[in-house]
């Protein structure tokens, strides 16, 4: 791997920020690769309509400084220690800002909202959906920021684009970190636009024409490991260098070592993203998988060093943990999960699909809806909590079958991240109904992870890419077993299951 120095760096520190869905976090990590500090907050979601999310970008910004502060002070360095900051984020959530205030002028719309979703429609009954296929590896959903940028301009009153800059979270939070000096994002999350040419990695004329978006409103795309700009002194009372940005899922893929060929991970996040790296080669799928960028560094100019990656994105997975229990308030906590599922022999007949947000692969319905079906008198609140991760397993097991037909060779494990992976029943469960094993490694925030290695590796903090990844952990190896038969024959009802709630909203 390509670095930006040859210097191993014996001391000093990486600031790594993952600003996700539900929350912002910062981890402090040492030479040594490991963690010494961090901090978390919470972030506010706000749902003005059914289907709808939105993020309060001030907010963002605020817990990002806040957790960045906290981390330091948590490790007890100065901020002049840290030799780089990495950056990944929350992907296809976008905004709009004024760029002589830099006020917000719009809430950010989330990537699960799925208001555009007419529009989407539009566009598909246009015929247009070949073309940004071809363009840009994405099938036309609302999950993907284009259209929330054409609808935040044609909502916000009084709006003039020569004043306007655009981007996604991690656009915003470097354009805050440096000032309002750099106006720029990285591969990776321009690949989730719907706007960047897949080939050329440039933003696409064509698509801009069919979106009606000025090219002067967008950030300039530069490769994922690399020098973004310095943050502002007076923020952290150092000029810190930010030397790479990736969208989440591509950070978990490179902290998972997965940068090539083959090599293929799972996060069980808010939703779920199972992402295989398909090398310098773009490989299309038939099974409704998007084709996209995993990362990106530079070669000798004008070279640019491109890995492409085949992913399923699967938009409620941790989200519906979350709704057992906040929304119906049928668990404390996400822990509780585990035993819950483990109290029942079974799922007492009764199958659950996450579709709170329509359905991502291998369907791309945005007008599904979740539901509960086989519910019987003899149904209690163990078989619905089982129902709901075992739905969550099988929503993998499927876009598996799509990795599996796309690609050369059949996937032989799946590494696994994210909060729900904690679970270890799901994952027994996932084991069971893949029929491979599922590696599962101690250190859980391989998001984070990645983004500090893509930073440390970048600026010259360490040398060795291999050396970062041999040093990981493995807590757990999960086995397929006897449930396996049950699970696999479980899974055809599931899908009818899943056939009901297609198309569910006209």
Known sequence: MQTLGSKTLSSGYILALDLGTTGNRAFIFNAAGKIVAQAYKEL?????????????????????????????ANAQISPSEIAAIGLTVQRETCLLWDKTTGKP??????????????????????????????????????YFSATKLRWLLDHITGIEQKNVLAGTIDTWILWKLTGGKVHATDHSNASRTMLMNLQTCEWDERLLEIFQISA??????????????????????????????LGDQQAALFGHGCDRPGLMKCTYGTGSFLVAHTGSDIVRSQHQLISTIAWTQANTAPNLNVGYALEGSMFTSGACIQWLRDGIKLIKTAAETEAMANQVPDNGGVYFVPAFSGLGAPYWDMNARGGFFGITASVQPQH????VLEAIAYQVLEVVQAINASCSSP????????????????????????????????????????????????????????????????????????????????FATWQKAVKRTLGWVD
Request: hydrophobic share 40%; with cysteine.
């Open 44 to 72: 506010t979601q706000y749902y003005p309509q059914p289907g709808w999310l939105e993020h309060d970008p001030e907010e963002i910004w605020q817990d990002t400084y806040w957790v960045m502060k906290t981390a330091i």
């Open 105 to 142: 002028l719009h809430k950010a719309i989330v990537w699960q909202d799925r208001r555009t979703a007419p529009l989407c429609h539009e566009l598909q009954a246009q015929g247009y959906a070949p073309e940004i296929y071809s363009r840009t590896g994405l099938v036309i959903d609302a």
């Open 216 to 245: 002067e409103i967008l950030p300039q795309i530069q490769p994922s490991l690399g020098k973004f700009g310095v943050t502002e002194p007076n923020l952290l009372g150092a000029t810190i260098p930010i030397t790479a940005i």
């Open 384 to 387: 619905l909590v089982r129902a």
């Open 411 to 490: 996937m032989q494990r799946l590494i696994v991240d994210g909060g729900a992976c904690e679970n270890n029943f799901l994952m027994q469960f996932q084991a069971d109904v893949l029929g491979i094993p599922v590696e599962r490694p101690t250190m859980r925030d391989t998001t984070v992870q990645g983004a500090a290695f893509a930073a440390g590796l970048a600026v010259g903090f360490w040398d060795s890419y291999t050396t970062l990844v041999n040093q990981r952990q493995i807590d757990h190896i999960f086995e397929p077993g006897d449930g396996s038969h049950r699970a696999t024959a479980n």
